[in-house]
């Protein structure tokens, strides 16, 4: 038996201008600059410029003509079916040239059935290019002796297999089966192990590692290699006897059990720990890009807002780079001028027609960019306001611990903003104070209460919980439960394990790590 269903969906659906501004809400400053000099490129009629478009279009001193709204007369009267459908497309053609140059207020439309909003969508935004971990890595394959071609597709597809920590932590058999079935390659787990130790010679030190053991002794390995001070070469060969036998011992901080092991005082012992402690744990972050590093985008922060304190009161500024001066080109505005001008004795043809279509694309185009820009100003500048309020006492004593609970949905009330739009804005962005550059991210924090029964951020709380490891006795580190007994003392009821989760979040490891030997 057939059946029947009817059933409704709302559907939400974005205009191409929405999905422009929320893709420049989103872009920290370094980028936006880039992204205006990609329109600039494809667009050639926007330009950068500070003239206001109603300064352009009294320049042009164009009248308004009360006759421009008749059709349009070529060559032919009579029309034949087909021409009439051309002929209506003219038309509407017509009334959005005649709206669009006697519009004195240079007001803005939305809709436009020529603009490709997938064309939008689809676009990348520029990026400076970059020398990345990996290709570092494969550019390195040439200093080894391999022997044939089927060795250096191995060699490519282990590098290929390294995370972006800089160990691999595949197992042989998987790359194995990746070399079958992927490029048709039959090998084994000795000729992998073979190629893997060769590129465990490659720089930065450590990388290719299975495990954090092997990477750091590949580090004091290639230490004692380029070491020849026998006093220092003493030291490394200490240090690579501890993480070779004592590993474990070593982690969980048994030192009296490792003296007694190694027969070494604790001064001998802190020597040997200080130089595994001088060694990386994330082998690819000894990696530097050297594009990256001269790039000033990459290297600095370039704030996207200022908060300057002046005797008490706050003020807020956009950085200028956020305010770019944009206008539509005047050459295509005095080519509308001349088809309205020409259209009047109707000596337009086909081809001028097309070529004017063609730039009311452009500039619509172009309008919408320029909208979009500004509305990006107006966001950004409506939503850094309510934070610089909301969090007023922060921003005026730089004490972190004022900052009060503040979660995205405060912002939308007060802004009028959706959540979504508060939450591009915050992401990525920085604010310039006298304290130094802050994420805005940073301002957003949980609330909870103290015994009082006072509103305190969750901010404030790791703050203090930082003050306390800080100047904690490093022979004998807090734990978590003295912590939490701590802290109840300040007034703060909090459990063990929100403690340890707040711990973890400032990565501070737990107490037993913690201890050191002074």
């Not at 989103?26 to 600059?33: E, S």
């Not at 676009?123 to 080894?144: C, M, W, Y």
């Not at 790359?175 to 079958?180: A, F, H, R």
């Not at 704030?303 to 950085?319: A, C, I, Q, W």
């Amino acid at each position: 038996m057939l059946k029947q269903h009817l059933s409704q969906k709302l559907l939400q659906k974005l205009s191409p201008q929405q999905i422009q501004l929320m893709k420049l809400l989103q872009i920290p400053t370094a980028i936006l600059d880039q992204r205006i000099q990609e329109e600039l490129e494809q667009n050639p009629a926007l330009e950068e410029g500070n003239e206001s478009e109603e300064e352009v279009f009294d320049k042009l001193d164009i009248e308004d003509d009360s006759e421009a709204n008749d059709d349009y007369i070529g060559d032919e009267s009579d029309y034949d079916a087909k021409d009439q459908n051309e002929d209506k497309l003219n038309n509407e053609f017509d009334d959005y040239l005649n709206n669009y140059m006697d519009d004195d207020t240079a007001s803005y439309k939305y809709k436009s059935d020529d603009y490709s909003g997938e064309q939008d969508e689809h676009k990348s935004l520029p990026f400076a290019v970059e020398n990345t971990f990996h290709d570092h890595l494969e550019r390195q394959i040439g200093l080894l002796n391999l022997k044939d071609e089927k060795q250096y597709k191995i060699a490519l597809q282990i590098i290929g297999s390294i995370d972006d920590d800089g160990y691999l932590r595949r197992e042989c058999v998987s790359i194995i089966d990746d070399l079958i079935f992927s490029q048709n390659i039959d090998t084994n787990e000795k000729e992998i192990l073979s190629i893997l130790y060769k590129i465990q010679s490659f720089d930065p030190p450590g990388v290719g590692a299975r495990n954090l053991q092997e990477c750091l002794l590949l580090q004091i390995k290639f230490k004692l290699k380029n070491e020849q001070r026998k006093s220092k070469i003493k030291i490394l060969k200490l240090a690579e006897n501890l993480l070779d036998k004592y590993f474990e011992e070593f982690t969980k901080k048994h030192y009296p059990k490792l003296q007694r092991a190694l027969g070494l005082s604790e001064a001998q012992l802190k020597v040997a720990m200080d130089e595994i402690l001088k060694l990386n744990p994330k082998p690819s972050s000894g990696y530097v890009d050297p594009l990256a590093y001269n790039s000033v985008a990459g290297h600095y922060i370039i704030p996207d807002f200022t908060v300057t304190n002046r005797d008490g009161e706050l003020e807020l500024s956009l950085n200028s780079k956020n305010a770019p001066d944009l206008r539509i080109n005047d050459q295509y505005l005095d080519m509308l001028r001349t088809y309205k001008d020409n259209k009047k004795v109707g000596t337009n043809g086909k081809k001028e027609k097309e070529t004017v279509m063609f730039i009311k694309q452009k500039i619509e185009s172009a309008k919408w960019f320029i909208d979009a820009i500004r509305q990006r100003q107006d966001t950004l500048f409506r939503t850094m306001y309510a934070i610089m309020q909301f969090q007023r006492e922060y921003f005026l004593t730089g004490d972190q611990k004022k900052i009060k609970p503040m979660i995205l949905k405060d912002l939308a009330d007060i802004t009028s903003l959706d959540i979504s739009t508060v939450s591009r804005v915050a992401n990525s962005k920085f604010v310039q104070t006298e304290f130094g550059n802050k994420r805005l991210k940073d301002f957003f924090s949980e609330s909870m209460q103290t015994e009082e029964g006072d509103e305190v951020s969750t901010l404030e709380v790791k703050k203090i919980l930082s003050e306390m490891i800080t100047g904690e006795s490093k022979r004998k580190p807090y734990s978590d439960e003295k912590l939490k007994e701590m802290l109840l003392r300040k007034g703060y009821n909090i459990a063990r394990r929100t403690i340890a989760k707040y711990r973890e979040q400032l990565n501070i490891p737990v107490a037993r790590l913690r201890r050191e030997l002074v």
